[in-house]
């Protein structure tokens, strides 16, 4: 199902509960796309603020993912690093319908216009 | 022709199209005359009441909501067996499969929603049922009639009710769920475990992650495979797996569809002659599939055709219900997000799961497990957006405790109010007056009460009300702080209290050990969940439930992560021994994917650097097949065991040290521990393997074999401490083994054996490793039944097809061009 503002990128069991998987974007940032234990699915750009780190591989608790290299833990829903650190990571609309995963044109493209 | 009221027909003679009738006359039993159309050849009937019907506790009569009395006395007109089969909206007519057309002023689309099937081969067999209707329940209750074994696909509520009907009924039953746990729509993963876990101990099969691919019969069904090829036999199949809004009708009459017949707040439809109520409207972007958004839906309707317009405003749903018997209840939004709290009580010895999620000092979800009687307050204080700080100590208790007058509100007074004789401890029966007299004798801290009078020294769950026991009765004294740590913010219990209890209570699966040890977040923390994951797997390494998503990175992936993202892989050479085939083969790796650095570590070993992620299981199977397993550089786990050359080409060598390298990594490789593990043999004295700062070091002399331990060559340089001689090869094996276990089994995630020494003293490691003989092979014998059953090659596993999601992009965005890939 791809319509002029989204995209549809596979179906969603092929997220793992509390995992992630990745969908490079041709000339621009790679997306992670993450499932929490609830079944809700997130989608940020995959670098962490901190160091670049790939989020796509780091522990996803509640609605949070912790970075593998150093800890930072981001919100999936807004990006922003909690607790003490600062910085924050673009996120993506992600929606899922009939099972699909369903991921903002746009946004997914902003990086490689 | 003045005096004749207008035409209303309502097609769809379910529990909708029959309330808002009912709304209608509520307000005007004049101002319609109305004509009803049904698919099922009856009367009303309350549609939610059929699993009752079919677990054998109601019959039908008993469930039918308005008999034809009420037709008939509200001059109702019952079209029932014959569904309406087209609508002319130009004519204003309706009409039915029977080929009856009749003229609509009004007319009200009323048709519920659909089963929703899976397309999989052998769906149309003859034995595969839906659960929708009372016509379902009798096709089930015939099948249940002949006994044997059925399936129900779909572990959501009504999949749940029609297994639990048919389990009453003397079914085998086996329900089939894709999702990893039951109701994922209403309840939170650790709720979800507790149903799972309850159904199957009243004689349920619950396979969860299971995805059907066909359902298999000659002519009637037989069995169901799933997609991993498991087949379940099966005399009967419910499908039960979802609804989809029924909007065919509405959609050949060009009416606004969306997910639903798409309508405003007075549910009228994009045709204002029409309009729609229930389960097949979508309003404001929603749908709704539960009775209550449908009693406000009703109201809003009849208000807006007869009434003062109150338009629908969407509802806020609750569900409360009782699973097989159990009390489930969630409302409101219970996935977290920004800003969210969630405040968690569990209570192992009831069965009790309550997690209410708070933002902003505002309810917005909750989820209720076995205890379900605060539902509805939580529900209420959601739905007026209360401030609920003043009472938020209190709030998970429930109502009568939260709301028991303003002085308990205050902790420290609600606890001073408490008689003497009040149960503090429910585990250990200790009583206020008791927990008192043990603060007065002394026990000044948390874990001075518990180890004194035992109280919060089981389940936890009191462990507040200890504490506020202590602040009361010591003021200011009491600083609060607990001289032993717990693990992390999600519990009040030490790693120590955590491994004990899953001994003892046998946990052998991270969200069984969170519910019994009542753990205070929904899923853990990325601190705890490794830990938890590593205690659970070393305290029963048989019957552990892995979970790969509490594994850091580098242990889920198999490799080194660096920090651009890609991976680093070191083959396994036992001993630091290598071949030039095994070189070769390393060679032709670093070549073909790529390999940026190449570099010999310190632990022996051969390093290829810049290895993509989704390159690793092409890698691991070509190193296999050069017959070089995983070398766990990655690992909390045995890492290297370095080597000299030895007697065999060493001048000054006085025993086979690599030779007994080998053996040693061969018996230890592939154990997980602690932490990373190093071990090291030097053939004499001058120690040119640097054994004296490994966690285990061996060195030769001429009588045997120097047995050290603790070393470590990290920020903190820490030499070995001898811990004993032995005479042959075979006693340092046994050592060995028993050292590590008694390593694994006593130390806390994340301490190397220095630390873990240094705390308990070598003595002690002394006592159980080298004075204790029997304890000693007990050890070893425990370590080695370990390593039966978990020394796996990973790669090997990796490359043959395991876990290839982690390894694969889910899809990859090109401009122009999407090209999907599962």
Request: with cysteine.
């Amino acid at each position: 199902m791809v319509t002029a503002d989204w995209l549809d990128i596979g179906p969603v069991d092929q997220l793992p509960a509390l995992g992630a998987r990745t969908l490079p974007v041709q000339g621009g940032e790679e997306i992670a796309i993450f499932r929490t234990a609830n079944g809700d699915v997130y989608a940020l750009v995959n670098k962490c603020p901190h160091k670049q780190g790939p989020l796509s591989q780091g522990i996803v608790h509640d609605n949070v993912v912790t970075c593998p290299l150093h800890n930072w833990r981001i919100s999936l829903s807004s990006g922003e690093a909690l607790g003490d650190d600062e910085g924050c990571v673009p996120t993506i609309p992600v929606k899922v319908d009939g099972g699909r995963i369903l991921i903002g044109r746009k946004e997914a493209l902003a990086s490689a216009a | 022709m003045a005096d004749t009221p207008p035409q209303l027909v309502v097609i769809g003679n379910g529990m909708a199209g029959c309330r808002a009738v009912e709304e209608i006359l509520a307000r005007d039993p004049k101002r319609y005359q109305v004509t009803i159309f049904g698919a099922e050849p009856r009367v009303n009937y309350n549609r939610i009441m059929l699993s009752p019907v079919l677990a054998g506790e109601k019959t039908y009569e008993e469930i039918i909501i308005n008999d034809q009395q009420w037709y008939d006395d509200n001059d109702i007109e019952l079209v029932s067996g014959d569904p309406v089969a087209n609508i002319d909206r130009s004519a204003k007519t309706v009409t039915s499969r029977s080929g009856r057309t009749i003229n609509y002023d009004k007319l009200l689309i009323a048709t519920g929603s659909d089963p929703f099937i899976i397309p999989v081969p052998g769906h149309d067999l003859p034995g595969v049922v839906t659960f929708r209707d009372l016509d379902d329940v009798d096709a089930m209750l015939a099948a249940a009639g002949l006994g044997g074994n059925a399936v129900v696909i779909g572990g959501g509520l009504l999949g749940l009710e029609a297994a639990h009907g048919l389990a009453l009924r003397g079914m085998q039953v086996t329900v089939l769920h894709l999702m990893p746990t039951l109701m994922e729509r209403q309840l939170d993963e650790a709720a979800g475990w507790l149903l799972k876990s309850a159904l199957e101990a009243r004689g349920q099969t619950i396979l969860t992650g299971a995805d059907t691919a066909e359902i298999v019969g000659d002519g009637k069904v037989q069995a169901v495979r799933l997609k991993d090829g498991t087949e379940i036999p099966a005399d009967i199949v419910v499908m039960a797996v979802g609804i989809r809004p029924s909007t065919g009708l509405a959609k050949e009459a060009g009416l606004a569809i969306g997910r639903g017949i798409q309508v405003d707040d007075h549910m009228v439809t994009s045709d204002e002659n029409i309009l729609a109520v229930g389960e097949c409207v979508e309003h404001d972007g929603n749908v709704y599939g539960l009775v209550a958004p449908l009693w406000d839906m009703c109201r809003s309707l009849a208000d807006g055709l007869v009434a003062e317009p109150n338009g629908y405003r969407g509802s806020v749903t609750s569900t409360k219900l009782k699973v097989s018997g159990i009390d489930v209840f969630s409302a409101g939004d219970f996935s977290g997000g920004e800003g969210c709290e969630d405040i968690v009580l569990r209570d192992a010895t009831r069965g009790v799961y309550k997690r209410v999620i708070v933002k902003e000092d505002k309810i917005v979800g909750a989820v209720l497990y076995g205890d379900t009687a605060d539902g509805n307050w939580y529900f209420d204080l959601l739905k007026k957006g209360e401030d609920i700080s003043e009472i938020r100590d209190a709030l998970i208790f429930g109502q009568a405790f939260a709301s028991g007058g303003g002085a308990s509100l205050n902790p420290i007074e609600a606890v001073a109010a408490l008689s003497d004789d009040a149960e503090i401890c429910g585990c250990n029966g200790v009583s206020k007056g008791q927990v008192m007299a043990c603060i007065g004798n002394g026990a000044d801290t948390l874990d001075a009460v518990r180890s004194t009078c035992k109280a919060s020294a089981s389940c936890g769950s009191c462990t507040g009300l200890v504490e506020n026991l202590l602040q009361l009765a010591m003021g200011d004294d009491y600083s609060g702080e607990r001289t032993v740590q717990p693990m992390c913010k999600c519990t009040t219990f030490t790693h120590e209290d955590v491994r004990a209890a899953i001994l003892e209570k046998e946990l052998k699966e991270i969200p069984q050990l969170m519910q019994e040890l009542s753990w205070s977040t929904p899923d853990g923390c990325a601190s705890c969940r490794p830990a938890l994951n590593y205690y659970l797997l070393c305290a029963w390494p048989e019957e552990h439930k892995e979970d790969p998503q509490s594994r850091f990175v580098n242990e889920r992936m198999h490799a080194n992560i660096q920090k651009d993202g890609t991976y680093s892989v070191v083959p396994r050479m036992f001993g630091g021994i290598t071949t030039p085939n095994e070189l070769r083969a390393i060679a032709d790796a670093a070549d073909k994917y790529e390999a940026r650095t190449v570099k010999v570590t310190g632990g022996q070993r051969i390093d290829l650097f810049g290895i993509k992620k989704e390159d690793l299981p092409a890698i691991w199977a070509d190193l296999n097949a050069a017959g070089m397993v995983s070398g766990h550089a990655y690992g909390k786990a045995l890492r290297t065991v370095k080597t000299c050359v030895g007697s065999e080409w060493c001048r000054f060598g006085t025993q086979d040290s690599t030779g007994l390298g080998v053996k040693l990594e061969h018996m230890t490789w592939g154990s997980w521990m602690p932490h990373k593990f190093k071990i090291a043999v030097s053939g004499c004295p001058r120690n040119c393997a640097e054994a004296t700062i490994k966690d285990f070091g061996v060195i030769c002399v001429d009588s045997g074999y120097e047995l050290l331990v603790g070393g470590n060559g990290g920020i903190h340089l820490r030499g070995t401490e001898l811990l004993c001689k032995v005479e042959t090869e075979e006693q340092a094996m046994e050592y060995c083994a028993a050292f590590i276990q008694l390593y694994r089994e006593e130390a806390r995630y994340l301490d190397r054996t220095a630390p873990w020494i240094e705390r308990v003293g070598l003595d002690y490691v002394k006592s159980k490793v080298v004075e204790d003989d029997v304890g000693r092979k007990a050890l070893q014998r425990r370590f080695l039944h370990s390593q039966r059953i978990l020394q796996k090659d990973p790669w090997a596993e990796r490359a043959a097809g395991s876990e290839s999601h982690l390894h694969q992009h889910i899809a990859e965005i090109r401009p122009f061009a999407v090209v999907g890939a599962a």
